[in-house]
Every structure is written in structure tokens, then in C-alpha cells.
């Protein structure tokens, strides 16, 4: 992992980012968006909303868009047409990856990517949102409120007592906490976490649902997944995606019991 590129996303200057607007309770809007690539098209005609402060699952087969409209909305893809709005006033479309990120969109891929020769508490330290070089931030002595922040995000992903082991040591849930622990320090307002459990034990799996639904209200977080089991666990809405579409929302049981799901998706 590339520290530059971590703290980048930490940089684009909070404070100069554009104000976030959400009078209307929006906090992504996602209209008309279209992808293709040589002719495939990974998305099509999507709409997607999603609310200040919900937890939403998205789901879907392999092919369904899910991978192309994160990438769109944190500007690594550019759309055919359509529209991508963060709250009322921030067109997504119009910035760049970094000041995406700047303005408060945090993505967490699904290979942990954290720095192995670190400790816990070292990659808590870079992850910090601030215009700030590697230089300085390996000299720079942290405030009482940077050192309580992070302290508050040790307790909120669970790893307080590593707060001094080196991340390469971690188990594999743990290293998912500590990247989610590492956005985390970024303060976003929208978190997008790709597959958080795949390759996860049974219990760390019940704890990623513990961490991830604490986090809603606070922020905006989307999780695309493939367990059906963890997607009931933690979820209220749940987008169906198809052939780069929605084809189907609403709660679980509503989403599992319809037809054009079952046929599709949750048949096989």
C-alpha cells in the first residue's frame, strides 16, 4: 500500500471541500448513470438513493454493476451519461478520486490494505485526515484530540488491547477492522465496504456486524455482499442489482421472496 496515496485521500483539504448539503435527507443520488466497456454494459440506466445516515446492503451476481458503481461514485469510472450527486450540492462527477475523498467518501476494498510493518496505532496515525507530508507525520507530536480520536476509533473497531502489534500480524478480520478503523480516522460521511467478511471466521463475521451497524447514524454506510446470512444480520434496505440495473428493492424478506430475485440470483 502506497502511503502517499492514503494520505492523499486524507488530504484534498477537508475544510476546502465543498459543503455537504442533505436538507433533504439524501446523502447519494445516482440518476440515469450508464458504463460501457467495449460494448458490455456494466451499468445501465441505474437510479440508486441512498439516505443520510442508512446502513444499505447491495447484492447481486457476478456481472450484476456492483464493483462499476462504487467506481463511479469515488471517481476511479466515469459514467456514459447520468448524474452522481453527494447531498445537494456536490456534483461527483465534476471532482477527482482524491477530492472525492476529500469531500467525505471513504471506500474500503475487499483485501485489507493496511501497513504490515506498522502497529495498529501507526496506521491509525497516517490514515489521519490533514494536509500533512510523510515526513511530518512520522516527526509530528499529536494533539490531545488527535491522540482521542484515536483512541475512540481503537474502541469502535475493537482493537484497543493490539493497539501496539504490527497490522501484519493481525488476523484477517482484524486487518478488515483496522482499514475500517483507518477510514475511519478520515471522518467520512459516506463509507462504500466491498465483501467485509469474506474469508471471515463465524465470530469475527458476528463482530464486522456489530462494528458495521454502529457506524450507521454517524455515517452513511453501503456494503455490497455475497453472504446472504451477514446481509439479514445487519441490514433494513437491501438493492437487488442486475445486468448493471436495480431489479429489485426493498427489506429482506421482501427482496428473498421476489420472483425476479430468485430466478436470477438467490435460486442458484
Known sequence: MNVGRL????????SRAPKLDLSHNIILYLEDISVS??????????????????LRCIIGPNGAGKTTM???ITGKTRPDVGSAWFGQTVDLLTLSEPEIAAAGIGRKF????????HSVFENLELAMAGDKSVWK???????GEQLGRIDEVLKIIGLTERVEALAGGLSHGQKQWLEIGMLLMQD?????VDEPVAGMTPQETEKTAELLTSLAGKHSVVVVEHDMA??????RTVTVLHQGSVLAEGSMDQVQNDPKVIEVYLGD
Do not use: C, H, W
Not at 494520505?7 to 477537508?14: A, D, I, P, T, V
Not at 454494459?41 to 445516515?53: C, F, M, R, V
Not at 507525520?137 to 494533539?143: D, E, G, P, Q, R
Open 110 to 117: 475487499q483485501k485489507p490494505t493496511v501497513f504490515p510493518n
Open 7 to 14: 494520505l492523499g485521500q486524507g488530504q484534498g483539504q477537508r
Open 230 to 235: 451477514f446481509v439479514r444480520s445487519i441490514a
Open 137 to 143: 507525520t512520522l516527526i509530528a507530536k499529536l494533539s
Open 70 to 72: 462504487m467506481d463511479v
Open 37 to 54: 466497456f467495449d460494448g458490455f454494459k456494466a451499468l445501465n440506466n441505474l437510479n440508486l438513493y441512498i439516505e443520510a445516515g442508512e
Open 188 to 192: 467520512p460521511e459516506l463509507l462504500l
